[in-house]
């Protein structure tokens, strides 16, 4: 077998430079870094990392325009975020609820006229 078999079943190819010497370059290294695998290696770690990246936009977002999130700023975040974010919040643990469960839980009334009772008669705020 000869140099050139060997190179090119170990996939190098042999080029004349400018200047009339011979250089040694692999395929496989000049597919490794085309534009495209690039753009596709980058898309995929982003899709396997998008929390910390999504994280990292939203701090910078927050960084670069303090004055929408805080109390009192643009959006009034204490009423127009915090009140119905409490509501999606309580919905969607409610939804996740089993209806057996949950009326097997409403019909055990001594239990929750005692928690009531405590709450409202022994505890009042």
């Not at 209806?99 to 409202?120: C, E, M, P, Y």
Request: glycine share 12%.
């Amino acid at each position: 077998m000869g140099q050139q078999e060997a190179d090119a079943e170990m996939g190098v190819t042999i080029a004349d430079t400018p200047n009339g010497q011979s250089s040694q370059v692999k395929d496989a290294d000049v597919k490794a870094w085309s534009f495209r695998s690039i753009a596709y290696r980058t898309y995929c770690c982003a899709l396997e990392q998008w929390f910390i990246l999504g994280l990292g936009v939203a701090i910078g977002f927050a960084a670069a325009v303090p004055r929408l999130g805080a109390t009192g700023g643009y959006i009034r975040a204490e009423y127009s975020i915090k009140i119905p974010a409490i509501v999606i919040i309580f919905i969607i643990s409610g939804m996740g609820l089993k209806t057996k469960a949950l009326l097997n839980a409403a019909a055990d009334l001594r239990i929750h006229l005692l928690i009531q009772g405590i709450s409202l008669g022994a505890i009042p705020g």
